[in-house]
Nanobody, 114 residues
Framework: VQLQACGGGLVQAGGSLRLSCAVS????????WGWYRQAPGKQRDLVAS???????NFADSVKGRFTISRDNAKNTVYLQVSSLKPEDTGVYYC?????????WGRGTQVTVSS
């Protein structure tokens, strides 16, 4: 199984990005998937998840600003991040929810400037 996250970058506060997680070796529509964020010096936290049935859930800090989705044909999970704030800065990872230790990849860096 390989997970490759991309789409991060440097963006001004209020901006948007779309993060992608291309998955190989396991079907994204058969599991619950999540996006996790690790801010500098902090633990890695779940910010959004999507179940096999398509139900979504979000951390309070990102509700109304982030959207999670998946494309079964591309076997890819997305995180649309909007109205970004400096506190959204961190490395974003995708993994199953709950996470599998062996699935952690390099993540993608999102940096929000004020």
């Amino acid at each position: 199984v390989q997970l490759q996250a991309c789409g991060g970058g440097l963006v001004q506060a209020g901006g948007s990005l779309r993060l992608s997680c291309a998955v190989s070796g396991i079907l994204v529509n058969l599991n619950t998937w999540g996006w996790y964020r690790q801010a500098p010096g902090k633990q890695r936290d779940l910010v959004a998840s999507i179940t096999s049935g398509g139900s979504t859930n979000f951390a309070d800090s990102v509700k109304g600003r982030f959207t999670i989705s998946r494309d079964n044909a591309k076997n890819t999970v997305y995180l649309q991040v909007s109205s970004l704030k400096p506190e959204d800065t961190g490395v974003y990872y995708c993994n199953t929810d709950p996470p599998m230790r062996v699935f952690w990849g390099r993540g993608t860096q999102v940096t929000v400037s004020s």
